[in-house]
Structure formats: C-alpha cells, structure tokens
Nanobody
Framework: QVQLVESGGGLVQAGGSLKLSCAAS?????????MAWFRQAPGQEREFVAA????????YYAEALKGRFTISRDNAKTTVFLQMDSLKPEDTAVYYC????????????????????WGQGTRVTVSS
C-alpha cells in the first residue's frame, strides 16, 4: 500500500505564496518515476497542475501556471513540493498529489489516469 499525504494548504490573500508538500510512504520499497500535482476547484473537474520526472528531473506545467508555480522534489525521492507564488482567487482548489512507479511518456504526463496513487488533497483558498 502506498500512501501520499499532502500538507501546506490554507488561506492566503491574493498575491501571497504557499508551499505544498506531498510525502510518500509505503510498507514496501517504491521507486516513483513521476509525481504530479492536480487540483479541483469548486464545481470544476480536476485538472493537471505540474509534474516532475525522477530520472531526468524534467518538470512540466499547465501552461497557464508557468512562472507562478514550481514543482520540486527532495533527493530521497519521497517528497514532492509545489511552490505557489502570486496566488490568485482562481487558484482556490483542493490540490492533490499523484504518483506512479513506471516511466511515463511525456505526452501522457498530464493525464490523471496515468497515476495509480493519489493523496487525499489539501485545500487552498485565496481571498481577494
């Protein structure tokens, strides 16, 4: 069983910053190849935010979030972070961490179905 636990969400004013964390744990040895962040705003479908590949450190972002959001990881491969700057009210959502152990092709990296493991989410509220 793989567990992903997100933290760092909360209430912030527009223009502020938050840093989300996602800690992975398991009773067995896991070797994640890709970890990602998705978000779901109230009344909206869940959407891709960012992803990072473990083997080449490559990062991928939703086009609209480039320059404001930064995904990173720790060297132990157990925690992924999402630094969110210049937050806007439209960034209000529940943010989910997701991961997979097998390598993923770049063209599929934004697809939710590619990630078998998910966290419970952390809520981010940006006030105007």
């Amino acid at each position: 069983q793989v567990q992903l636990v997100e933290s760092g969400g909360g209430l912030v004013q527009a223009g502020g910053s938050l840093k989300l964390s996602c800690a992975a744990s398991s009773e067995r040895t896991v070797n994640f190849q890709t970890m990602a962040w998705f978000r779901q705003a109230p009344g909206q479908e869940r959407e891709f935010v960012a992803a990072i590949r473990w083997d080449d450190y490559d990062t991928y972002y939703a086009e609209a979030l480039k320059g404001r959001f930064t995904i990173s990881r720790d060297n132990a491969k157990t925690t992924v972070f999402l630094q969110m700057d210049s937050l806007k009210p439209e960034d209000t959502a529940v943010y989910y961490c997701a991961s997979r152990e097998n390598r993923i092709i770049v063209s599929a990296i934004r697809q939710q179905a590619m990630y078998p493991y998910w966290g419970q989410g952390t809520r981010v509220t940006v006030s105007s």
